[in-house]
């Protein structure tokens, strides 16, 4: 079966769904088997499950006049959190073009969402009649988070991975600094999302 093979520079013309299989052509010699798209903002950024180099990995594609500063805050963000010793997927690559770059990551195929695990209803109560332990080791790692001067600004559930007992830090693009002069106001109101 031929698979399609697009171009990283084509992907605003696929609209709102890309083929799935497909090939993603990187620049020379570098090239992505998408298996499965998890996220699409057409025009703008491509969150897909793939095979790269033989592994499985995350890759965010990004395309478009944003493209370069949608890479760099994703880079910049993952090298915070790396510096911090706060557990994030591996960076595996990032390159910037002229408009188009990505971001590949590690993939851990078993690794659920903490709105998953923890049953969160749409209000964010679990429905499980007990605390899970996926919410405490979320809290323990905002905390650590908080405590290396942290903050990530879209703090919510699906930006919390549950894999083996472990909560990993995803959407590092929104990963900044904290404040010296706001730190506590900062902390609580990113507690308070």
Known sequence: MSRHKIPIEDLPHTGRKPPAPVCIVLGEDNQLDVDRW??????????????????????????????????????DGIKKLCEATLPTPELLDVRIQKEAAWA??????QARSLSE????????????????????????????MHNARLIQQDIHPNNLLYNEGQCLLVD???????????????????LGK
């Open 38 to 75: 998890l996220r699409i903002l057409p025009g703008k950024r491509y969150v897909g499950r793939a095979i790269w180099k033989g592994r499985q990995v995350l890759v965010k594609l990004f395309v478009g006049p944003k493209a370069t500063k949608m890479a760099t805050a994703e880079r």
């Open 172 to 190: 590092a693009a929104e990963v900044q600094s904290i404040d010296q002069s706001k730190s506590f106001d900062q902390s609580t109101h990113n």
């Open 104 to 109: 590949i990551t590690a993939f851990f195929p």
């Open 117 to 144: 695990v923890a049953e969160l209803s749409v209000e964010g109560y679990s429905r499980l009649p007990f605390c899970p332990s996926a919410l405490l080791e979320a809290t323990k790692i905002i905390a650590a």
